[in-house]
């Protein structure tokens, strides 16, 4: 699969702070999704963005497709000790038949 | 509750044994995945399936067999001859190609003693 490449690979924050995280590509994605995962357990998606420019919120949550295809940024604001755990950012190519991951960013969030 | 089962949550294997990880969904998906996770490599495609009866080779596959007899499951073997067993695996559904909409099980812990 593609590799998508995600930044930062850690943060470490106060409650109260926003956070901004992105995910870029050398390749066209027709889908950008942003998934949270809390420690041994599955990812949850967040947020799903299908059209190039789409800026769509999810409460605290900002996300949104690059105009290039090639790259989606995930916001949140106003951050709370629960916001901790890996954030993925996930793809889908027109012609491709799974979701291609980053490696994700590590979120604690300190009170 | 509709959603995704994998049983069991953890598991221990020896040296040279083959083990099956099971994912079951009621969600009437036709499409399934099998990734692997380690620390900071974020989650690997080692199989998908997107219908019955049939599956694809992720990017690292060598090491694993599936099968999709039935809708509803998509277990997972994890065969002797893979070198690095020891990681998270995690079972994913989504409605079908063209979907991009994934859902994940709880994940099977696997390690190697």
């Known amino acids: 699969g593609q590799q998508l490449n995600q930044s930062p690979q850690s943060m470490f924050i106060q409650e109260g702070e926003d956070v901004s995280m992105n995910c870029t590509s050398s390749?066209?994605?027709?889908?950008w999704l942003w998934y949270k995962q809390d420690p041994g357990e599955g990812p949850v998606l967040l947020i799903a963005?299908?059209?190039?420019?789409e800026l769509t919120s999810n409460g605290r949550l900002t996300a949104q497709f690059g105009i290039t295809r090639k790259d989606s940024f995930l916001n949140i604001s106003a951050s709370i000790p629960s916001d901790v755990g890996i954030y993925f950012c996930a793809g889908l190519q027109w012609s491709g038949y799974a979701l291609n991951f980053g490696k994700g960013t590590s979120l604690l969030v300190t009170p | 509750d509709g959603g995704i089962t994998q049983s069991p949550k953890y598991l221990f294997r020896k040296e040279g044994q083959n083990v099956t990880l099971s994912c079951e969904q009621n969600?009437?998906?036709?499409?399934m995945y099998w990734y692997r996770q380690d620390p900071g490599q974020g989650l690997r495609l080692i199989y998908y399936s997107q219908i019955v009866n049939d599956f694809q080779k992720g990017d690292i596959a060598e090491g694993y067999s599936v099968s999709r007899e039935k809708k509803e499951s998509f277990p997972l073997t994890v065969t002797s001859a893979q070198k690095n067993p020891t990681a998270f695996y995690l079972c994913a559904s989504s409605i079908g190609r063209g979907d991009t909409e994934a859902f994940f099980g709880q994940g099977t812990r696997l390690t190697v003693v």
């Open positions: 963005l299908y059209k190039a420019g």
């Open positions: 969600l009437n998906h036709d499409a």
């Open positions: 390749s066209i994605f027709n889908t």
